[in-house]
């Protein structure tokens, strides 16, 4: 049965998101040839500590983990979120619970992302804790994913 309602346009959280995104291509513009990887790791280091804490302990330990695993990757923001570039495609981004009011955080990839598997493959996993199993799967898809 069809949804009777109208389309109303973006959510609020997700008109925020766009302006990030905008403040983040002017940032990114204003720093130029003088831009550093130090840069972009200072920004996501701020924006995980602006996080509920839920969500930044995920977030700080995402952000190890992919540093460790994959160093190679780059922190930058990318619609407001800790993401991880490599030679500026993004290749996997960490999407808080909050930060579209859903009940789970989310580790997402991009099409960078050297995940390929047959003709099907998952692009983003919900994460609600971070047991050591899950530390372990986070890290071999970072790994692959960089690869």
């Known amino acids: 049965m069809a949804d009777n309602k109208a389309f109303e346009g973006f959510t609020d959280e997700e008109r925020a998101a766009m302006k990030e995104h905008a403040q983040e291509l002017k940032k990114t513009a204003r720093r130029g040839a003088r831009a550093t990887a130090a840069d972009g790791e200072n920004d996501v280091l701020e924006k995980i500590a602006e996080m509920e804490e839920a969500d930044r302990a995920l977030a700080e330990r995402v952000h190890a983990i992919v540093k ?8 930058r923001l990318w619609y407001g979120q800790p993401a991880y570039a490599r030679n500026g495609k993004l290749v996997c981004f960490f999407q808080p619970a909050r930060k579209f009011k859903t009940r789970y ?4 990839f991009n099409e960078a992302a050297n995940l390929d598997d047959g003709t099907m493959w998952p692009t983003a996993y919900a994460v609600t804790a971070l047991t050591p199993e899950v530390e372990e799967r986070i890290a071999a898809l970072v790994k692959q994913a960089a690869s």
């Open 105 to 108: 955080a989310t580790l997402g």
């Open 68 to 75: 460790e695993h994959a160093p190679e990757l780059t922190p």
